[in-house]
């Protein structure tokens, strides 16, 4: 898979594909425990962290392009993050509620939905998420099975995000240091890490 960075109306794709990526899901949220031992616990949602690594590329016309991207993200503003080049428009919204156990969602743009691809559901308020199969798209309603069984696990309400799971359509920089560096062999390397903006 080869990944593009998006940023104000610009895209960079990547020489090659990543040397490294991880990604986590954090919980933002608080624990109380009461005198008595009973835990409550506060969840206000979840969103994903990634570390993204490329190091030793040789190609120096993408290095350069790094500098762009790095002015505008340096200030916490807002860039995109494509794992593969078929990922790019799938960030859509829900357009009618959907329930749980439903097998088909109603989206406000289903031009670029693939049969047999997967997709995140995930709600407004990063509460409930999971990933579904797509079928084909008739018009703007999309058939899906669920990843516990044959419908959704959770109700969805209308504005709730539809989008590829190797899209990142909203990402902040979350590093204080320069992310890309020249090497001493001639070859340079990009490592940074990102969280997606919950705004």
Do not use: C
Request: charged residues 20%; hydrophobic residues 40%; proline residues 4%.
């Amino acid at each position: 898979m080869i990944p593009s960075i998006l940023f104000n109306g610009n895209t960079i794709t990547f020489p090659e594909s990543l040397g490294d990526l991880q990604i986590r899901r954090v919980r933002h949220g608080d624990q109380h425990v009461a005198d008595g031992g009973v835990t409550e616990t506060v969840r206000l949602g979840t969103w994903d962290e990634m570390r993204v690594t490329l190091e030793n590329f040789t190609d120096a016309a993408f290095f350069r392009k790094l500098e762009a991207w790095y002015a505008w993200a340096s200030q916490g503003k807002n860039f995109s993050l494509a794992l593969e080049s078929v990922s790019f428009g799938i960030n859509t919204t829900l357009t009618v509620a959907a329930s749980a156990g439903a097998t088909s969602l109603t989206v406000a743009s289903a031009g670029s939905i693939t049969n047999g691809r997967y997709y995140l559901l995930r709600s407004a308020d990063l509460t409930k998420s999971e990933i579904v199969l797509a079928g084909t798209p008739s018009g703007s309603v999309v058939p899906v099975t669920g990843s516990i069984s044959a419908g959704l696990t959770y109700a969805y309400a209308i504005g709730d995000r539809f989008r590829d799971i190797f899209y990142y359509p909203q990402l902040v920089l979350i590093d204080d240091e320069t992310p890309y560096r020249e090497n001493p062999s001639l070859t340079y390397t990009l490592d940074f890490r990102a969280r997606e903006d919950r705004g």
